[in-house]
Protein backbone atom coordinates (compact mmCIF):
# COMPACT_ATOMS: atom_id res chain seq x y z
CA UNK A 1 0.00 0.00 0.00
CA UNK A 2 1.37 3.15 -0.57
CA UNK A 3 -0.15 6.94 -0.65
CA UNK A 4 -0.82 9.42 -3.55
CA UNK A 5 -1.00 13.24 -3.45
CA UNK A 6 -2.85 14.94 -6.38
CA UNK A 7 -1.35 18.59 -7.17
CA UNK A 8 -3.57 21.15 -9.29
CA UNK A 9 -1.64 24.01 -11.43
CA UNK A 10 -0.78 26.14 -8.45
CA UNK A 11 0.97 23.06 -6.48
CA UNK A 12 -1.94 22.68 -4.16
CA UNK A 13 -2.84 19.00 -2.85
CA UNK A 14 -6.63 18.70 -3.72
CA UNK A 15 -6.60 15.18 -3.04
CA UNK A 16 -4.68 11.90 -1.31
CA UNK A 17 -5.56 8.36 -2.33
CA UNK A 18 -4.76 4.99 -1.03
CA UNK A 19 -2.95 3.31 -3.89
CA UNK A 20 -0.83 -0.06 -4.79
CA UNK A 21 2.68 0.04 -3.73
CA UNK A 22 5.01 1.84 -5.86
CA UNK A 23 7.55 -1.34 -6.20
CA UNK A 24 4.53 -3.67 -6.89
CA UNK A 25 4.05 -3.56 -10.65
CA UNK A 26 2.40 -6.57 -11.26
CA UNK A 27 -0.64 -5.25 -12.10
CA UNK A 28 0.20 -2.05 -13.79
CA UNK A 29 -0.82 -1.67 -17.35
CA UNK A 30 1.95 -2.05 -19.41
CA UNK A 31 1.25 1.44 -21.24
CA UNK A 32 2.62 3.19 -18.26
CA UNK A 33 5.76 3.32 -16.06
CA UNK A 34 4.70 4.16 -12.76
CA UNK A 35 1.76 4.28 -10.64
CA UNK A 36 2.11 7.90 -10.21
CA UNK A 37 1.71 8.20 -13.85
CA UNK A 38 -1.20 5.65 -13.85
CA UNK A 39 -3.18 7.65 -11.42
CA UNK A 40 -2.34 10.82 -12.95
CA UNK A 41 -4.05 9.58 -15.94
CA UNK A 42 -6.88 8.40 -14.17
CA UNK A 43 -7.48 12.16 -13.15
CA UNK A 44 -7.16 13.54 -16.18
CA UNK A 45 -3.82 13.98 -16.55
CA UNK A 46 -3.59 15.67 -12.84
CA UNK A 47 -0.35 15.44 -11.45
CA UNK A 48 0.02 12.78 -8.99
CA UNK A 49 3.35 12.26 -6.71
CA UNK A 50 3.86 9.52 -3.89
CA UNK A 51 3.47 10.70 -0.30
CA UNK A 52 4.29 8.89 2.93
CA UNK A 53 1.57 8.52 5.70
CA UNK A 54 4.53 8.27 7.98
CA UNK A 55 6.65 11.03 7.35
CA UNK A 56 6.19 14.70 9.53
CA UNK A 57 8.66 16.97 9.79
CA UNK A 58 11.44 15.14 7.55
CA UNK A 59 11.24 12.24 10.12
CA UNK A 60 9.62 8.90 9.46
CA UNK A 61 7.43 8.13 12.61
CA UNK A 62 8.13 4.30 12.24
CA UNK A 63 12.13 4.64 11.49
CA UNK A 64 12.07 4.51 8.30
CA UNK A 65 13.38 6.94 5.68
CA UNK A 66 10.73 9.92 5.35
CA UNK A 67 10.03 11.16 2.10
CA UNK A 68 9.11 14.87 0.75
CA UNK A 69 8.98 16.31 4.30
CA UNK A 70 5.54 15.65 5.39
CA UNK A 71 2.46 13.83 4.36
CA UNK A 72 0.77 15.47 1.65
CA UNK A 73 -2.74 16.88 3.34
CA UNK A 74 -5.28 18.91 1.23
CA UNK A 75 -4.55 22.46 0.80
CA UNK A 76 -1.09 21.65 2.00
CA UNK A 77 1.33 22.79 -1.17
CA UNK A 78 3.90 21.11 -3.15
CA UNK A 79 7.74 22.76 -3.45
CA UNK A 80 8.87 21.09 -6.53
CA UNK A 81 12.23 22.60 -6.30
CA UNK A 82 12.69 21.35 -2.65
CA UNK A 83 10.80 18.47 -3.13
CA UNK A 84 9.01 18.56 -0.03
CA UNK A 85 5.15 19.13 0.62
CA UNK A 86 4.25 22.39 3.04
CA UNK A 87 1.68 21.96 5.33
CA UNK A 88 -0.85 24.78 5.64
CA UNK A 89 0.35 27.52 7.57
CA UNK A 90 -1.29 27.84 11.15
CA UNK A 91 -3.68 30.69 10.98
CA UNK A 92 -3.09 33.33 13.12
CA UNK A 93 1.22 32.88 12.76
CA UNK A 94 1.41 35.14 9.54
CA UNK A 95 5.23 35.72 11.13
CA UNK A 96 6.49 32.23 11.21
CA UNK A 97 8.28 30.98 8.44
CA UNK A 98 8.68 27.28 6.73
CA UNK A 99 12.21 25.31 7.70
CA UNK A 100 13.29 23.44 4.89
CA UNK A 101 15.47 21.57 6.81
CA UNK A 102 12.85 20.19 9.78
CA UNK A 103 9.77 20.92 7.30
CA UNK A 104 7.62 22.69 10.02
CA UNK A 105 6.73 25.93 10.26
CA UNK A 106 8.95 27.85 13.42
CA UNK A 107 8.42 30.71 14.84
CA UNK A 108 10.83 34.24 14.45
CA UNK A 109 12.41 33.39 17.82
CA UNK A 110 13.17 30.82 19.25
CA UNK A 111 10.86 28.30 21.57
CA UNK A 112 11.89 29.25 25.52
CA UNK A 113 15.19 27.44 26.69
CA UNK A 114 14.83 23.30 27.00
CA UNK A 115 11.27 23.57 25.17
CA UNK A 116 10.57 22.10 21.41
CA UNK A 117 7.43 21.55 18.96
CA UNK A 118 7.05 17.74 20.28
CA UNK A 119 6.07 18.89 23.75
CA UNK A 120 4.32 22.28 22.25
CA UNK A 121 0.30 22.31 21.81
CA UNK A 122 -1.70 23.91 19.32
CA UNK A 123 -4.85 25.88 20.88
CA UNK A 124 -7.87 26.12 18.66
CA UNK A 125 -9.21 28.88 21.13
CA UNK A 126 -6.75 31.16 21.37
CA UNK A 127 -5.37 30.48 18.08
CA UNK A 128 -1.84 29.68 18.73
CA UNK A 129 0.62 27.26 20.52
CA UNK A 130 1.40 27.00 24.23
CA UNK A 131 4.05 25.41 26.35
CA UNK A 132 2.28 22.87 28.11
CA UNK A 133 5.36 23.16 30.90
CA UNK A 134 5.94 26.56 31.45
CA UNK A 135 2.51 27.60 30.01
CA UNK A 136 3.69 30.00 27.60
CA UNK A 137 2.30 31.28 24.98
CA UNK A 138 3.29 32.47 21.30
CA UNK A 139 2.03 36.32 20.68
CA UNK A 140 2.03 37.01 17.02
CA UNK A 141 1.95 40.74 17.77
CA UNK A 142 4.18 41.02 20.31
CA UNK A 143 6.43 38.27 18.80
CA UNK A 144 7.40 36.82 22.08
CA UNK A 145 6.52 33.91 24.31
CA UNK A 146 4.50 35.06 27.06
CA UNK A 147 3.04 34.05 30.16
CA UNK A 148 -0.40 33.43 30.55
CA UNK A 149 -2.24 35.74 32.83
Known sequence: MAHYAFIDENSIVVRTIVGIDEDDLTKLPEEYSSWEEFYSAQMNNMTCIRTSYN????????????????????????????????????????????DISQAKWIPPIDLPEGRDFATTAWLEDRVTWQDPVTLQIWNDETQLWEDIS
Request: proline share 9%.
Open 55 to 98: TRHNEHLLGGTPLRGNYASQGSTYDPINDIFIPIKPQGLDSWVF
